[in-house]
């Protein structure tokens, strides 16, 4: 493989250095940010040395961390942006004129050794690998060690008891090239499996969806982390799939974050072996930080609903963010027969985006599956506290819609909506439009 795939990414800055408890960080850098990925447990004190290369810092160009309901103030002595942390923490430095920062931190887990690989244990060191598709079957574990790159994808494929984990890095190279091979755009697949866990690892440059879930049960994603830039790089979809637990991630994705579907893959060009066109229910997504680039929305669910029901689903304790493009932080797109029901939104803090703060809706698209339209009855919103700016409102709107008499949205509830310190008690606040709706309730 030439190195001109590798050109985006470098371990090795000219423009910042980074300490947690003054042990040097290692750093991944890419096109427009630096991943600095710690192992700590505890409080820390985190300290970014600005390099010579880099611009001087003002207090006219203070230093942020995001997200802002950590309240994490940084001080600026001299070139070195120092602040504390209670815990592990997964952050975005804003530090103008230098790219942007990810702090990404786990706590420190037992690391198989190098006389434990084998069978059960695929486990990459330190370095940089190339490890094209690796495949994982019943009963084993992938482990990335701190600073390892390794460029390579993931299948499981009707597998029980897997782990991926290790505060390491998997490259999907971006161009989808691996080997001398074209990759299929997916960076992790798991499908058709039980008992799984993915943890702590970092995934970037992805050529389509990073990590993907179809027709599995009892899935734990814990402390992952993101960065994808392609139109497409969902961050985590749940397809087809039950007992799925998401906590304690930071996704920066070009689509949606994280997304829930149900789609038959055995009719596409290239199949996958399980349909993933099942039932989904309880899905818990909580203490969650997620950015939504230009395609997608933050958290969705749908275009693809091609199942009878989707429901106990919980988004709870989220900071979006950003939401670039012209999605919305909470978002339903029932494009089938689905009846998706009782889903809940709690908690969440949303700095900004541009275009729709809500956008829950029964309808048409190019993704649709089957041709037929379903419902959307009981959703929760409480306690969502929006960033007021001077996009927030009169440049933005929400929408709740069905498809037709048939086929509604019933049954919204918004408890404690606030832009700002305003409590939002009727649609026109949010300058929202409705059409084939019932029993929309502002509280």
């Excluded at 597998?159 to 074209?182: F, H, K, S, W, Y």
Aim: include cysteine.
């Amino acid at each position: 493989m030439s190195n001109e795939h590798h050109s985006e990414l470098s371990t090795e800055s000219n423009l910042v250095s980074v300490r947690v408890n003054g042990v040097a960080v290692p750093l991944v850098v890419l096109r427009d940010c630096i991943l600095a990925i710690a192992v700590y447990e505890g409080e820390a004190v985190v300290e970014i040395e600005l390099l010579e290369s880099a611009p001087v810092l003002t207090g006219l160009r203070a230093p942020v961390i995001h997200p802002l309901s950590r309240k994490i103030e940084p001080h600026l002595e001299g070139r070195v942006v120092r602040f504390g942390v209670e815990r592990s923490e997964n952050l975005w430095v804003e530090l103008p004129g230098v790219p942007h920062i990810y702090l990404f931190s786990s706590k420190p887990t037992r690391v198989p050794t190098r006389a434990m690989s084998g069978r059960d244990v695929s486990y990459f060191g330190p370095g940089e690998h190339d490890a094209g598709l690796i495949e994982l079957t019943t009963g084993q574990t992938l482990y990335l060690d701190h600073g390892a790159v390794v460029r390579g994808r993931v299948r499981v494929s009707g597998a029980q008891r897997v782990t991926i984990e290790g505060p390491g890095v998997l490259d999907g190279v971006l161009d989808g090239v691996l080997d001398g091979q074209a990759s299929p755009g997916e960076l992790i697949v798991i499908e058709g499996s039980t008992d799984v866990i993915v943890r702590d690892v970092t995934l970037v440059r992805p050529s389509g969806w990073m990590l993907v879930l179809g027709d599995c049960e009892r899935v734990t994603i814990e402390n992952l982390h993101e960065v994808g830039y392609v139109v497409g790089s969902d961050g985590i979809d749940i397809c087809g799939s039950r007992e799925v637990h998401v906590k304690g991630c930071f996704l920066r994705n070009n689509d949606d974050c994280v997304v829930i579907k149900a789609i038959d893959r055995t009719k596409r060009q290239t199949p996958a072996q399980f349909s993933w066109a099942k039932d989904v229910r309880d899905v818990l997504v909580e203490g969650c930080t997620f950015w939504n680039d230009r395609a997608g929305n933050v958290t969705e669910i749908g275009h693809e609903t091609d199942c009878d029901v989707i429901e106990r689903v919980t988004f709870r304790d989220i900071d979006s963010l950003f939401c670039h493009g012209m999605g919305a932080p909470i978002s339903i797109h029932n494009c089938d027969q689905a009846h998706v029901r009782d889903v809940l939104y709690e908690d969440w803090r949303v700095e900004h985006y541009w275009d729709k703060l809500i956008d829950l809706r029964v309808m048409d698209s190019r993704f649709s599956q089957t041709g037929r339209r379903g419902q959307v009855s009981d959703v929760t919103l409480r306690n969502i506290r929006v960033a007021k700016s001077q996009f927030t409102l009169g440049y933005s709107v929400s929408l709740i819609g069905g498809a037709s008499p048939e086929h509604l949205v019933k049954g919204v509830r918004i408890q404690g909506l606030y832009v700002g310190d305003e409590h939002i008690t009727h649609g026109d606040q949010v300058d929202l439009h409705t059409r084939y709706a019932d029993d929309i309730v502002f509280e």
